[in-house]
């Protein structure tokens, strides 16, 4: 296999001794803290990819692009008998969609290439990283199987084609300056106001009003919108430079909790059960934020924009806890939740105020008119994810 790249290079120097022992096994890459990888290989080829920073995510993205006609994850008998198995549990889906004629056998190698590129790509960062001294060096390990134990794969692209794809990819993400950034980051709006404003302007900025909720990737909006990774991200950092935009780790997806209840309850009783939260705030956009957030953790979600309506509305819905703007027109959030906090039956609710300027002096002005915290903006699941969990009983 020929490369650009010196024999002194961790990845392509396993890979080549991989081929040349005609492996059937896996190569395990790994580092102090980071999640490992795992590229397998049957008898020299390389078959698939494992592991990483969101293996569920690159499963639903790729298995919905090249299976559009149904969800990644919804295919749940498909899935169940895999969720035993998490190490392989992408591969052997595949593999079992083929046998039961839901995914044609074409469709199901395009997934595994596509992944594969992906995971080439992700280790050559991390290794570029590491050479920079901005990240954690990088440790193999191969890992042999017996060819007779091991079922004869789907097949994709030889190993030359992936890598120069992945190479490929990389270089010219590297031309591009984004060295450091990764695919995996997902952007998040710091400046709802600003951006709202831009849009006006921008068609391709307006576009991004639905997709970008600090819950998908650069690659996942990518697939969304039928771009490249690459060209979104040129598109965004003008706004990333100005503070309108911030990009941000974010963690993979969660198993369906479906796929792993014995028994559920039915839609209706389940959405009954689910605790209502409210957020009281003046723009659309951070709303929309709030509402996809709550909903992928699992919460009911009600979005007041009138601060002028907030107690009427509490009253008639009785929310179990409520997220308060700071800074809006007419009356901001400190008068509102004084308001709250003069009814008797919201002398106990939690109420969190959510603002950009979290000062001594906001904290004190906040614990005087009740507030029972403070949300940083931007927002972001983990943030909403630590104020439910601290203020709700389990």
């Not at 709550?294 to 007041?304: K, N, R, T």
């Not at 009138?306 to 809006?328: A, G, R, S, Y």
């Amino acid at each position: 296999m020929t490369s650009t790249l010196p024999e002194t290079n961790s990845l392509i120097s396993h890979l080549k001794r991989c081929i040349q022992r005609q492996l059937t096994g896996r190569l395990e890459i790994y580092s102090a803290s980071l999640s490992c990888w795992q590229l397998y290989f049957f008898m020299g080829r390389l078959v698939r990819a494992e592991g990483g920073e969101h293996p569920l995510r690159r499963w639903r993205r790729y298995l919905s692009q090249y299976r559009p006609q149904s969800p990644a994850a919804s295919d749940a008998g498909a899935v169940r008998s895999e969720l035993q198995q998490p190490e392989r549990w992408d591969y052997a889906t595949l593999a079992q969609l083929v046998e039961q004629h839901q995914l044609l056998r074409e469709q199901a190698i395009k997934v595994i290439e596509a992944t594969l590129i992906e995971v080439l790509f992700d280790i050559l960062q991390q290794e570029e990283r590491s050479r920079l001294n901005i990240g954690e060096a990088l440790s193999y390990r191969i890992v042999p199987d017996n060819p007779d134990q091991v079922a004869a794969p789907l097949l994709p692209a030889g190993i030359r084609y992936l890598w120069q794809q992945a190479q490929q990819q990389w270089q010219t993400w590297v031309k591009a300056g984004f060295t450091t950034r990764s695919p995996n980051l997902a952007p998040v709006i710091k400046s709802p106001k600003q951006f709202e404003a831009l849009a006006q302007q921008s068609r391709g900025l307006r576009s991004l009003i639905d997709v970008i909720n600090g819950q998908r990737t650069l690659r996942d909006i990518a697939i969304k919108l039928g771009h490249s990774p690459l060209l979104l991200l040129k598109f965004l950092m003008p706004y990333v430079g100005r503070g309108v935009i911030d990009l941000l780790p974010i963690g993979d997806l969660r198993a369906p909790a479906s796929l792993k209840a014995v028994a559920q309850p039915s839609p209706l009783a389940a959405q009954l059960t689910r605790p209502l939260i409210a957020y009281v705030e003046d723009s659309a956009l951070y709303r929309q934020v709030m509402g996809d957030i709550l909903a992928e953790l699992g919460y009911q979600f009600l979005g007041i924009p009138d601060p002028l309506k907030t107690l009427p509305i509490l009253l008639e819905h009785q929310p179990e806890l409520v997220f308060l703007d700071l800074v809006m027109p007419i009356v901001n959030g400190y008068e509102i939740c004084a308001q709250i906090r003069r009814v008797p039956d919201f002398k106990q609710m939690p109420v969190v105020i959510v603002t950009s300027s979290d000062t001594f002096v906001d904290r004190v002005r906040a614990k005087i008119v009740g507030a029972s915290d403070f949300l940083p903006k931007p927002i972001n699941p983990q943030r909403v994810l630590h104020a439910l969990k601290k203020h709700l009983p389990d």
